[in-house]
């Protein structure tokens, strides 16, 4: 299952924030109702309208078309864990605490010199810098970053709602079974 996916792609000014322990037990609720053993949710997005004091005024229409992953700046900025009650709940955060040298020129769509943390880059990046954002993520790859997993399959399980969950095989081989074709290879056409 896959939740808050479409996030990133929204533009707007402000949004509401649903409650996480709502959250949790909904996408709980809806894993057992649909058989789902996980659940990838995604981060929450928004535009760089916060930082415009940190712009020209020029620039500030860009502030609101562009996105940056509020949940990970949260983490680094203010040390805010997503779901963090949530014990079944996995995110992937790899900020690195070492000292980057960064060196990077035009070709990799970005160019100037860092030397810090990978936090303290991401954190300029999103403060002052918003047009080289999408480029810093690709160059180290934060993409993967992006969501984290809850373990719908054990929390249904600690709390005694299930014992075993059906699970449904998928195979993209061919099947040449006889049964199989007299159902579904036969020439006749149903009206």
Avoid: C, W
Wanted: no cysteine.
């Amino acid at each position: 299952m896959v939740v808050n996916y479409m996030n990133q792609f929204y533009f707007y000014d402000e949004k509401e924030e649903l409650d996480e322990k709502f959250i949790i037990e909904l996408i709980t609720e809806l894993g057992l109702k649909l058989s789902y053993k996980s659940a990838k949710i995604y981060n929450n997005f928004t535009n760089f309208n916060k930082f415009k004091s940190n712009y020209y005024s020029n620039q500030e229409i860009f502030l609101y078309l562009n996105h940056y992953d509020n949940t990970i700046y949260q983490y680094i900025k203010n040390k805010k864990k997503p779901y963090s009650f949530e014990t079944f709940y996995k995110y992937k955060f790899r900020i690195l605490d070492s000292k980057l040298d960064v060196k990077l020129n035009s070709s990799d769509a970005i160019k100037f010199n860092f030397n810090g943390t990978l936090k303290e880059l991401l954190i300029e990046t999103i403060e002052k810098r918003f047009y080289q954002y999408l480029a810093i993520v690709k160059y180290f790859e934060l993409e993967e970053f992006s969501y984290g997993e809850l373990n719908i399959y054990e929390k249904l399980i600690s709390q005694g709602k299930i014992e075993t969950m059906l699970e449904l095989a998928y195979s993209d081989e061919k099947e040449d079974d006889e049964i199989f074709k007299l159902v579904y290879r036969q020439p006749l056409r149903r009206n």
